[in-house]
């Protein structure tokens, strides 16, 4: 049986082992997926970028946190067109009818109501005209709110409105509808509410729920149902919208939340997952080749060149680890054009080397004295040959040990930067995210989605490592196999 | 102007510096080689065979404090050369070496094909795939199935492993072979397949050879010639029947005697005393001590080499002036 077999059989017979595969394995699916999907400039493009979360709600848990609440949490729900369903003519006027539909199955409100308008395509210089009204589950259609749109004067036909920014009308706290709303309440319920009442009641309340009058007050309850936005567009036959888009705001949000600015907590996680293995594994790769490659050298070598990167070592070594990483950090990002992250990268590898030329230093000394170095040299082997094609195998298990072992350390040691707020603004890490959420008083507004999922992964990637590392000591270490 | 020797080595001496003092572990050699022929080297370990080998192949310790003499190889000067010119035209490529316990000393972690194609891939620059093409065709000439070219040493038995060792020695097809006791860590019937693969190769190349062991028993199945060495020094080389049947340096007598044989009643007789330490060895002839034909002046002087025809020397005060 060959050595690669033999060492294979050892690694995937200890548990741990194995359970540090099956999750680096996840950790790598995960993170080909995100590669895949996500632009590179997620983080510039996406994450930082306001407009991008403009529709989702903010700082709700997850979908399942229904599991916690006991409670069946209205889910956010975003829904669009761009055809009309049909015509109709209302005093003589032909309208377009745009239709968006959709269904409260939960025990709560939607917290709030909003309808865009991109593109819409005018053909004549008097435009267009349009009507929002709202059904509710018993057919009840109520006026929301009414706009024209004309294009500016002198303006060259067709004119398209709302190209770059879309005209965006947030129904649930559009005085109009609160008009609407309070007509329809005492038309409807025989309810008589002042504006002001309805104010403080809540738009999304009146609009998805229904009054139970008692004696002393009246306490509202979600309908449950199909409700529709109605949109009647007249104009020109030929006028048309690009797209309208309706968004029920939910008090939960998709797999991991949101944060205060409205981010999807699950996307900012999965980014997380290749940005952590890329620097663990670019970091330690990195570190533990120039590790090795300085101890292999000292080892060998000997004499003035064993003494200069032994001193160096010493030093570096000795240096206290956190604190002159934050030091280097701090002033390299002092120049904003710097990448931070690979200031970050560059001070861990920096700091990192030592341990391992160290140790590589003495076994090359043992190694060195064997026959068959010298059995290298007397086939005129080259000291780069000896040193890399005959010494360095004999050692390889053991680095890529240390290699494995060092990557965690790699992650930690950028999570905890990024907590202290020296992350790179432009790439999500979990550490930024969990720093953003302490920033925000997410503990104290019992935000747990927030903070809990990006530190339970920062370990899970960390203990990963820590897993493969254990499975395999039994391979570099054989004292350890009769165990 | 080749004088039919492919080696011929005159006052060879090679000292080490230790915390002790000074190791004279050869000490002003001589002997010669003829083309195709195997010279045996024996002696008690610690006599300076090992170090003979690597002086010739300037293969030297940190610690070496004297490094002289004349080494001619096919007439050539390899004292002359500097240490580049030698390591690239003549170790390995011209003189080729099976080190003492070399089977057990292969790389553990690198193929034994590999291990055997390195040397062209190293001296001669050659593309990895074509130095494994001749790894296998040297494999096949030592006996080893091209099916071990992937293997580690572990996974070879000690003969296996001493063939692939042979193989690394003949890939560069050397024009000297040096091998420091080959087959001293092999049980007795490898032993023999081993010696009999040498025997071989060394007609098949018309391969010189120096075999060196401290069992003359040995060196007499392969060698046309035969160098007694002694305590850095060779007291006595010739022709290996001469020597053998005839040995004229009371050590090599002495050393003779000592073989038990079949079919011979004599008892094998027991050399006493032991050889004088390499640090500050006695002023005159180092077996003195030990010697049953001491005479007052091998106290005094250190014998000179006398040659007793054209190929037997001894260097032995009884031989002086007669
Ligand atoms: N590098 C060295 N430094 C000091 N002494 C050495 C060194 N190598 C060998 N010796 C000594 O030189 C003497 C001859 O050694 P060696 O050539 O190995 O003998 P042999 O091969 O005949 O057994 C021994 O006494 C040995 O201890
Ligand atoms: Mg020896």
Redesign the pocket.
């Known amino acids: 049986m060959s050595y690669e077999r033999s060492a294979w059989k050892i690694y995937i017979s200890s548990l741990v082992g194995k359970a540090g595969l099956i999750l680096l394995i996840l950790m790598v699916v995960i993170s080909i997926y995100v590669l895949a999907t996500y632009p590179l400039d997620y983080g510039i493009r996406v994450w930082s970028n306001p407009k991008a979360w403009a529709d989702n709600p903010i700082t709700v848990p997850p979908a399942w946190a229904d599991v916690f609440t006991g409670r069946d949490l209205v889910t956010h729900y975003i829904t669009y067109t761009n055809k009309p369903v049909r015509t109709v003519d209302i005093a003589g006027l032909k309208f377009k009818v745009y239709e968006l539909k959709y269904t409260l199955s939960e025990d709560g409100f939607p917290t709030s109501l909003m309808v865009k308008f991109f593109n819409v395509t005018l053909n004549t210089p008097g435009g267009a005209y349009f009507i929002i009204n709202f059904t509710r589950p018993n057919g009840d259609e109520i006026t929301l709110y009414s706009f024209n749109v004309v294009p500016p004067s002198g303006s060259e036909l067709p004119y398209i409105a709302f190209a770059g920014n879309a005209k965006i009308i947030f129904l649930s706290k559009e005085q109009s509808v609160g008009i609407g709303l309070m007509g329809y309440m005492n038309n409807h319920y025989h309810l008589n509410l002042t504006l002001d009442e309805v104010n403080e009641i809540g738009y999304n309340r009146l609009l998805f729920g229904e009054p139970l009058v008692s004696s002393k007050s009246v306490e509202w309850v979600p309908l449950k149902g199909d409700y529709s936005v109605k949109i009647y567009m007249a104009g020109d036959p030929k006028d048309s919208v690009g797209l309208i888009k309706a968004v029920f705001g939910g008090e939960s949000y998709g797999w991991m939340g949101t944060d205060d600015n409205a981010r999807d907590l699950a996307q900012g996680l999965l980014f997380g997952f290749p940005v952590a293995l890329a620097i663990g594994f670019f970091t330690s790769v990195v570190t533990t080749a120039i590790g090795a490659a300085l101890g292999i050298i000292s080892g060998y070598k000997g004499g003035r060149i064993d003494e200069i990167i032994q001193r160096i070592s010493d030093i570096v070594y000795n240096f206290p680890f956190l604190p002159v990483i934050i030091l280097i950090v701090f002033i390299i990002s002092r120049n904003p054009n710097f990448p931070r992250i690979l200031a970050i990268i560059g001070a861990i590898i920096a700091l990192g080397w030592p341990g391992l030329t160290i140790l590589i230093r003495s076994m090359v000394l043992s190694i060195r004295e064997s026959q068959f170095v010298e059995a290298a040299r007397a086939i005129g082997a080259s000291d780069l040959r000896i040193m890399f094609k005959h010494i360095f195998p004999n050692l390889a298990p053991f680095i890529f040990a240390q290699m494995i072992f060092f990557t965690p350390s790699a992650i930690l040691t950028e999570a905890a930067l990024s907590f202290l707020g020296l992350g790179d603004p432009n790439i999500p890490t979990w550490g930024q995210i969990i720093e953003e959420s302490f920033y925000a008083g997410a503990v104290l507004n019992g935000w747990w989605w927030w903070v809990l999922p990006p530190g339970f992964l920062i370990m899970l990637a960390a203990i990963t490592f820590v897993f493969i590392a254990l499975g395999l000591e039994p391979i570099v270490n054989p004292k350890l196999q009769e165990r | 102007m080749s004088s039919g020797n492919i080696l011929e080595v005159k006052d060879l001496y090679l000292y080490?510096k230790?915390f002790k003092g000074i190791?004279q572990?050869v000490d002003g050699i001589s002997f010669k080689i003829p083309k195709g022929t195997a010279m045996g080297l024996v002696?008690e370990?610690?006599?300076?065979?090992?170090?003979t080998a690597n002086a010739i192949m300037r293969l030297l310790?940190g610690?070496t404090y004297r490094y002289e003499g004349s080494i001619k190889l096919d007439g050539m000067e390899l004292m002359d050369l500097t240490d580049d010119e030698f390591r690239s035209r003549i170790r390995w490529s011209e003189i080729a070496m099976i080190f003492q316990g070399a089977m057990n000393s292969l790389n553990p972690v690198l193929k034994v094909g590999f291990q055997v194609a390195e040397p062209l891939i190293v001296h001669l620059g050659m593309p990895k795939e074509e130095a494994l093409e001749r790894a296998r065709d040297m494999f096949e000439k030592v006996g080893l199935a091209p099916a071990f070219l992937d293997r580690y040493p572990h996974e070879l038995s000690g003969g296996m492993r001493q063939r692939v060792v042979i193989a690394m020695a003949m890939v560069m097809n050397p024009k000297l072979l040096i091998l420091d006791e080959p087959t001293s860590a092999l049980d007795v019937s490898i032993q023999a397949q081993i010696m009999n693969l040498l025997k071989q190769l060394k007609k098949e190349y018309n391969l010189s050879m120096i075999f060196i062991t401290h069992d003359i028993a040995l060196a007499s199945d392969i060698s046309d010639y035969l160098a007694v060495m002694y305590a850095g020094q060779i007291v006595e080389y010739g022709p290996i029947e001469e020597v053998l049947l005839n040995p004229q340096h009371p050590y090599s007598q002495k050393l003779l005697a000592s073989i038990p044989r079949l079919r011979v009643d004599k008892e094998p007789e027991f050399l006493p005393g032991a050889p004088p330490g390499?640090i500050n060895p006695p002023k005159g002839c180092r077996f003195a001590n030990r010697c049953p034909s001491r005479m007052d002046i091998c106290d005094k002087e250190d014998p000179e080499i006398i040659w007793l025809n054209k190929d037997h020397f001894v260097k032995c005060h009884l031989y002086k002036g007669g």
């Open positions: 080490y230790t190791v572990a002696g370990s610690g006599c300076g065979k090992s170090s310790p610690n390499l």
